[in-house]
C-alpha cells in the first residue's frame, strides 16, 4: 500500500514541521518504503533559504528519501478574512496535487508518541467502513458541530486523518470551498476542520482518541504512555515557551509537550552531526517561531513561574522530583 503523508507550512510553522519530520524519523517513517512524504505551502509563504533547510532536514534524517515540497498558488481561494490561515487553505486544495494513493494529513503542531507502523495500521485499518479516518474528538465544540451538521457521535479534530485513495474523486477541493463559501453566506465564520466535518459527515471511521490527543484531555490523561500523538492544538505552542522553561518540560515525565522538546533536541543533534551549515538558520527560524507567540501569553507563564518560586526555595529535591513527574509542572 503506498501512503502520503502530508504536512503544511508557512513561515511561523517551519520550525515545528521540521521537528515533525524528526519525529516521524525517530519513530521509523523512513524505514518503510512505501511511504512518500509531502510538504506543501503557499506561494510566497517561505523563502528560498527556509526551502533549502526544509531539504537538508530530510536528507540529514534520510538522504534521497521520497520527498517533495510543493508550493501552491492560492490567488483563486475565497477571501477569509483572516480568520483562516494560508496553511489551512492548502490542506482544502490538496486533493488535486497528490497522486492516487491514500493519504494521511498531520498537522504539524503535532508529534507521534509511538511507531509509525502503529500509527498506520490505526489510520489505515485493513476492516475499513469509511473513506475518511479520524481519531475520536474528546472535546467538541457543540457551535462548531452544529454549523458542520457532522453528528456529534462523529465529529472529529481534522489533526491528524486519513483519506482512501478512492474518496479522492475529481472536484473534492471545490466541495470543501463550496463549503466555506456557504458559511459565509449564512454569516458564520467556519475553518478548514468546519469545511471537512460538513464533506465527510457521516462518512467517517473513528479510532481511539489517544491517536489525536489535545487539549485538556491531552493534560489530564493520567497515563501519558497512552498517548499515540500529542497534538498542542490551540494558541499555545510548546515552541512559545522561553528556553528555561523549555527544559522543565523536557525533562517533566509527566509534562505532555515534552516528546515535543525531545524531537527538538534530536532536530539539532542531527543537524549539527550532518549540515553543520544549516545550524544558523535552523536556529533563527526557531527564534522566528517562539516570537510569534503572542506576549500575553509569555506574561501569563512567567507569572506561573514566579508564583512557584517559593516553593522552590522551600524543597532543595523539587527539581529531581519534577523530572520524575512528581510534582505539577510550573507552566501547567
Known amino acids: 500500500m503506498k501512503i502520503n503523508v502530508v504536512i503544511a507550512a508557512d513561515a511561523n510553522y517551519l520550525y515545528p514541521a521540521l521537528v515533525l519530520i524528526a519525529n516521524l524519523s525517530e519513530n521509523g517513517l523512513w524505514r518503510d518504503k512505501n511511504v512518500k512524504l509531502w510538504l506543501f ?6 523563502s528560498k533559504g527556509d526551502q533549502n533547510l526544509i531539504h537538508n532536514t530530510v536528507n540529514a534524517f534520510m538522504e534521497r ?3 517533495e515540497f510543493v508550493e501552491l498558488d ?3 481561494m475565497p477571501e477569509t478574512h483572516g480568520y483562516l490561515t494560508k496553511t489551512a487553505l492548502v490542506r ?3 486533493p488535486e496535487f497528490l497522486e492516487a494513493r491514500d493519504w494521511l494529513w498531520v498537522d504539524v503542531d503535532a508529534v507521534l508518541c509511538t511507531s509509525w507502523n502503529d500509527l498506520k495500521t490505526a489510520f489505515f485499518p485493513q476492516r475499513r467502513t469509511a473513506n475518511l479516518v479520524a481519531a475520536k474528538c474528546h472535546q467538541v465544540d457543540s457551535k462548531r458541530q452544529q454549523l458542520s451538521g457532522n453528528p456529534i457521535e462523529t465529529y472529529f479534530n481534522s489533526g491528524v486523518i486519513s483519506w482512501k485513495s478512492s474518496s479522492l474523486e475529481s472536484g473534492l477541493h ?3 470551498l463550496s463549503s466555506l463559501n456557504e458559511f459565509s453566506a449564512r454569516g458564520v465564520v467556519g475553518d478548514d476542520q468546519d469545511a471537512l466535518n460538513a464533506v465527510h459527515a ?5 479510532i481511539s482518541g489517544n491517536y489525536n490527543a489535545f487539549g485538556a484531555y491531552l493534560f489530564r490523561l493520567q497515563n501519558k504512555d497512552e498517548i499515540k500523538v500529542a497534538h498542542y492544538a490551540g494558541a499555545t505552542k510548546p515552541w512559545h515557551l522561553p528556553s528555561p522553561a523549555q527544559v522543565l518540560c523536557r525533562d517533566n515525565l509527566g509534562c505532555p509537550w515534552s516528546p515535543f522538546y525531545k524531537a527538538d533536541d534530536t532536530l539539532f543533534a542531527r543537524i549539527a552531526k ?3 551549515g544549516s545550524l544558523v538558520h535552523l536556529t533563527a527560524v526557531k527564534e522566528r517561531a517562539r516570537l510569534s507567540g503572542h506576549p500575553d ?3 501569563i507563564w512567567f507569572a506561573r513561574i514566579v508564583s512557584k518560586m517559593p516553593a522552590f526555595a522551600r524543597e532543595s529535591s523539587f527539581f529531581s522530583q519534577l523530572r520524575q513527574g512528581n510534582h505539577a509542572h510550573p507552566i501547567h
Not at 505551502?41 to 517561505?46: I, M, P, V, Y
Open 202 to 206: 457521516g462518512d467517517v471511521q473513528l
Open 174 to 176: 471545490q466541495r470543501y
Open 274 to 276: 550532518i549540515s553543520p
Open 74 to 76: 492560492l490567488s483563486d
Open 92 to 94: 482544502l486544495r490538496l
Open 41 to 46: 505551502s503557499a506561494k510566497g509563504e517561505l
Open 297 to 299: 501569553w509569555k506574561v
Open 65 to 67: 528519501a521520497p520527498f
